[in-house]
């Protein structure tokens, strides 16, 4: 996919070269975005993003060119993580099942969830891939990256039975969403709410109004503020009076145990990846270790960190998990004698335990 997105950049936005066709314009564009991303908002002028930076070319393209394809393979990856949940594969089966599968990708950007979505379908119901017929409903406050998106998602028509993708622009301060749809995705578009109530409204919304006994797949940055702010909307959509049921990444349907005030974790996970997206992506993260950013690490680094939660208001009654087993909410803890300590989350109850054994946060055990 990278290579399709360079050649898009190249024909909607260079068509006749320039200075702003350099790789070198967009990097400290790119460090600006990494570090508003990872809530480094205001530790230095230079790190502000503008307010609908989507809207602005230069932002739009440098987005294009490091953020939206690593932001699909963390879309794939909360799908790797829900697939393992007991009952989730029947799930989407059901749902797989339906004549057309209409899709409301809400804040699309440049259509990354879409792509993360296609990209596990061909690698978790290959043999049904061929047999889709996909209405991808893509809405954006931003006419021209809802121009980028509807592009980008033309190349995988040839892999499905049919692939209609509608641009829609969006305001979400003046408009709720219309429609019914088997998938509604978030991807990395709450983050861009300050209030809760506003967050819990949309999310009510889309589960009373707009989900047709499908799923709601939520993205967002693996960030302390943003993660406690979902952990939070959580367990107040599981207090309303809601056909609600949360698919992943919790084994149960209580508290989230890392909601506790006292604690610094947040619920985050990783999803691995090949590095090979080509030269321009290698020179991305050369330029971003250069500016002393921590996360970015060597070029053998092949994790990404996401936030997620997977939500239905389907019938289907999920499978309880084996009172034995366990998720990983943690990385290691602490080192002792007897191995490497984590914290451990319950279904049902929720509580913490410790572990001696050797594991990494999202494990099933």
């Known amino acids: 996919m990278n290579g399709v997105i360079e050649e898009h950049v190249r024909q909607t936005y260079f068509p006749k070269g320039g200075k702003f066709a350099r790789l070198e314009h967009y990097l400290p564009i790119i460090y600006r975005l990494h570090e508003w991303f990872l809530g480094r908002r205001q530790s230095r002028r230079d790190r502000s993003v503008p307010k609908g930076y989507l809207r602005l070319p230069e932002f739009r393209v440098a987005y294009l060119l ?205 999803t691995s990846y090949q590095s090979n997206l080509g030269d321009n992506f290698v020179r991305i993260r050369q330029y971003l270790r250069s500016r002393e950013a921590a996360e970015i690490r060597a070029e053998g680094e092949k994790y990404l960190n996401y936030c997620s939660l997977i939500l239905t208001n389907h019938e289907f009654n999920l499978p309880k998990p084996s009172p034995s087993q366990r998720l990983v909410i943690s990385g290691p803890l602490s080192q002792t004698k007897e191995g490497t300590q984590h914290r451990l989350c319950y279904p049902g109850e929720g509580r913490f335990i410790v572990s001696k054994e050797e594991l990494k946060r999202g494990d099933l055990v």
């Open 66 to 270: 490091y953020f939206a394809q690593l932001n699909a393979l963390r879309f794939r990856g909360m799908c790797r993580q829900m697939l393992q949940r007991p009952g989730a594969k029947n799930l989407l089966n059901d749902i797989l099942g339906r004549e057309r599968l209409r899709i409301l990708d809400l804040g699309c950007g440049p259509g990354s969830a879409a792509w993360g979505w296609l990209y596990f379908l061909a690698e978790a119901f290959p043999d049904r891939l061929k047999e889709l017929r996909l209405e991808i409903n893509l809405a954006d406050q931003s006419g021209p990256i809802l121009n980028d998106a509807h592009t980008l998602l033309q190349p995988f028509g040839t892999e499905v039975a049919e692939l209609k993708a509608i641009r829609r622009r969006f305001d979400f301060a003046r408009e709720q969403p219309r429609g019914r749809f088997d998938l509604i995705f978030l991807s990395y578009t709450l983050n861009e709410f300050s209030s809760e109530s506003v967050r819990q409204q949309l999310i009510s919304q889309l589960i009373a109004k707009n989900l047709d006994r499908g799923l709601l797949l939520i993205l967002e940055p693996a960030q302390s503020t943003l993660g406690k702010r979902l952990t939070s909307l959580r367990d107040r959509l599981l207090e309303d009076d809601l056909p609600l049921k949360v698919v992943s990444p919790c084994l149960h349907q209580g508290g989230c145990p890392l909601s506790s005030g006292r604690l610094k974790d947040f619920c985050h996970f990783s």
